[in-house]
């Protein structure tokens, strides 16, 4: 196999590349919006669960503020009745000091239902804004996975097809080439195959000294950009690359 020949089955390999690249990105930034949405609705649930159950033991000691209260009171009454039948001074004080310690708790507990009151308001305020703002996090929620569910629909036909043709032509490929060609695209994160374009990288358009480029046409050696690091190819071969991988009848 002639280097010519290894530097076409390359860049048509790099042509399924860049298309399956493009494809994977049409999901944009759905994935990661997906994944925070997520996480930002599970952290207001627990914060509405810690709020309801706040409002729970709110409203259970009001509740038993009020059953504490009305004992009091029931108290007093039976003990004022008491008041007019007591025999003696004594019996009256003790009585009288007992109806006046049962008013003073009755204020407290009246202060400290007031209070309660007030807390259970606050609880319910929030509850309802942590409601509201996890209604809106999940509808978002929803969209977008919506969007990403669609998009992967359309995407998976074409990928797969890709995928299989890519199978294809890595076969072609020279394996020590292959290597290369992994290590500039995993570095650069894009193209690593690029033809010279008006004497200058196709990739980073750095200038190719005009020898180099009469070498590279030659084929007789691998030359790569001494900017970026690419695989420098002639037009002859990107044309005869491009020519032989129909897209098209792939999607
Ligand atoms: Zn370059």
Same mark, same amino acid.
């Given at each position: ?35 925070? &949405? ?33 004992? &009091? ?88 097809? &890709? ?89």
């Amino acid at each position: 196999m002639t280097l010519r020949s290894k530097l076409i089955a390359l860049y048509r390999l790099q042509i399924v590349d860049s298309k399956l690249d493009e494809i994977a990105g049409r999901r944009g930034d759905l994935p990661t919006e997906i994944s925070s &949405l997520s996480e930002e609705a599970e952290r207001i649930e627990e914060e509405l669960e810690r709020s309801k159950n706040s409002l729970k033991n709110v409203i259970e000691a009001i509740d038993s503020t009020d059953s504490d209260i009305s004992m &009091l009171k029931e108290n007093i009454k039976k003990w004022k009745r008491q008041l007019t039948q007591v025999k003696s001074n004594r019996e009256y004080d003790a009585l009288q000091k007992q109806i006046d310690e049962a008013n003073e708790r009755i204020e407290e507990l009246t202060e400290k239902r007031g209070q309660l009151i007030k807390q259970q308001g606050e609880l319910e305020e929030t509850i309802k804004d942590y409601e509201k703002e996890l209604k809106k996090l999940r509808d978002e929620l929803e969209q977008k996975q919506s969007e990403l569910r669609e998009i992967d629909a359309e995407i998976k036909d074409e990928e797969e097809k &890709l995928f299989k043709v890519r199978e294809r032509l890595v076969k072609d490929v020279d394996p020590m080439l292959l290597k290369r060609y992994q290590r500039v695209k995993d570095l650069l994160g894009t193209l690593a195959v690029v033809p010279i374009n008006q004497g200058a990288c196709g990739g980073c358009g750095a200038k190719v000294p005009a020898q180099r480029v009469v070498d590279i046409w030659q084929n007789n050696k691998i030359y790569t950009c001494e900017s970026c690091g690419r695989i420098l190819i002639s037009d002859d071969i990107y044309n005869e690359a491009i020519n032989s991988v129909k897209l098209s009848s792939i999607k």
